[in-house]
């Protein structure tokens, strides 16, 4: 399996959801604990944008991460010039390439926009910057112009082709379809997923599987409309069920989630794979007694792998063993007869409060103080 190398985007993309400004000091804190995570390439920001943006994006690119930082520029020279000053390494060079943006978006036609393609891509090389030639809107446009658009770049020295599903309205087959073509015919891809329909992490991988040596991501899936693929899915998905080694830090997710999470002013839903607190929590009688004797009987990976810790919960649907556990760990023993007029009680509290419930609680039902 071809090897694979995420580049996040958090900084530019992520932060173009609605709302979500980052200050200077939260994106440089962001990009730390991106780099401390071992993720290998930062997409900083827009430097064109001036003030702020180009200065975050100017004191991240001198900072002596180990993550190559790189900067977003439409192909316009002016842009391209901002982000040299920016002092960056490598730059994605994007246009549009469906014939809805092209002409709608744009109001050009097709050579127009390879002319353009060609002077921009020409620029950034002469200068000795990495080049990511951005195909936005790839997902509706015309393969055969796709290609076409690939052949320039690469012709003009571009190091590998940006595929954006820039409205997420691919699924996994035809990602998988048309990554392949592409890979097959030599050129390097990096996939970048929208999430509209919910199924950016699966093209991602989708695309993984087709060759696609880069994947962008953003954390927690942070992104415009339905967000992005998310960082940690992917990283995940990828070790797991492509048996692909990112050298991605995965327990270093928990934190790297919960820092961006507040400075976009998003809260993590309980239940968000990877990341979520309660993914690790059991309380189904016959789940809890199943890993209590077997974790991966209902688990896909340890708890800390991701900085996370399993719980055994107790509610509504606990069982006995699950009492007996959590008494246990507090030092109470109790035998089965007295296990199962516990239970009882237990349901009955977790039903009425409508969650789960905690030792205090559990020590009260059962007449036993602290």
Same mark, same amino acid.
């Given at each position: ?11 530019? $993309? ?30 900083? %920001?827009? =430097? ?15 900072? %002596? ?20 000053? !920016? ?35 020409? @620029? ?8 990511? #030639? ?7 446009? $015309?393969?055969?112009?796709?290609? &076409?658009? !690939? ?19 691919? $699924? =996994? @087959? ?19 997923? +929208? ?10 991988? #989708? ?6 040596? @880069? ?53 993590? /839903?309980?239940?968000? /794979? ?8 059991? &309380?189904?009688?016959? +789940?809890? $007694?199943?890993?209590?004797?077997? =974790? ?6 340890? /708890? ?12 509504? +649907? ?53």
């Amino acid at each position: 399996m071809t090897a694979v190398t995420i580049c996040d985007t958090t900084l530019r $993309d992520g932060e173009q959801a609605s709302g979500v400004v980052f200050s200077v000091g939260e994106k440089l804190e962001i990009a730390r604990m991106l780099d401390e995570a071992g993720v290998p390439e930062i997409e900083a %920001g827009t =430097p064109v944008m001036g003030g702020e943006e180009a200065e975050a994006v100017r004191i991240i690119a001198g900072m %002596g991460l180990d993550a190559r930082v790189t900067a977003w520029n439409r192909a316009v020279i002016s842009d391209i010039e901002a982000s040299l000053r !920016a002092g960056v390494e490598a730059v994605s060079v994007s246009l549009p390439v469906s014939d809805i943006m092209i002409k709608r978006k744009l109001g050009r036609e097709r050579a127009w926009l390879l002319g353009r393609l060609g002077e921009a891509v020409s @620029f950034a090389k002469d200068k000795g910057l990495y080049v990511c #030639a951005g195909a936005e809107d790839a997902s509706r446009a $015309d393969m055969d112009f796709v290609m &076409e658009y !690939a052949s320039l770049a690469r012709e003009c020295g571009a190091d590998r082709l940006r595929f954006a599903d820039t409205v997420g309205v691919l $699924d =996994p @087959f035809t990602t998988y379809a048309r990554i392949r073509q592409l890979t097959d015919a030599g050129f390097t891809v990096e996939f970048h997923a +929208h999430n509209d329909f919910g199924l950016a992490t699966a093209n991602a991988l #989708a695309a993984a599987g087709a060759g696609a040596e @880069f994947l962008s991501a953003t954390v927690l899936g942070l992104g415009e409309r339905a967000g992005n693929a998310a960082l940690e899915e992917i990283t995940m998905g990828l070790g797991h069920m492509l048996k692909i080694d990112t050298g991605v830090r995965t327990e270093k997710f928990r934190a790297l989630c919960e820092r961006v999470a507040s400075a976009s002013g998003r809260s993590i /839903p309980c239940g968000k /794979p990877v990341v979520g607190d309660k993914i690790f929590s059991h &309380e189904s009688g016959i +789940h809890a $007694d199943g890993v209590l004797k077997y =974790p991966a009987i209902y688990e896909p990976y340890e /708890p800390g792998e991701v900085g996370a810790v399993r719980e055994i919960a107790l509610g509504k +649907h606990s069982g006995r063993n699950a009492v007996m556990y959590r008494l246990s760990k507090r030092g109470v023993e109790i035998n089965v007869v007295e296990a199962d007029m516990l239970l009882m009680k237990v349901r009955e509290m977790g039903t009425r409060l409508k969650r789960a419930i905690n030792d205090d609680e559990l020590l009260s039902l059962c007449g036993t103080q602290i």
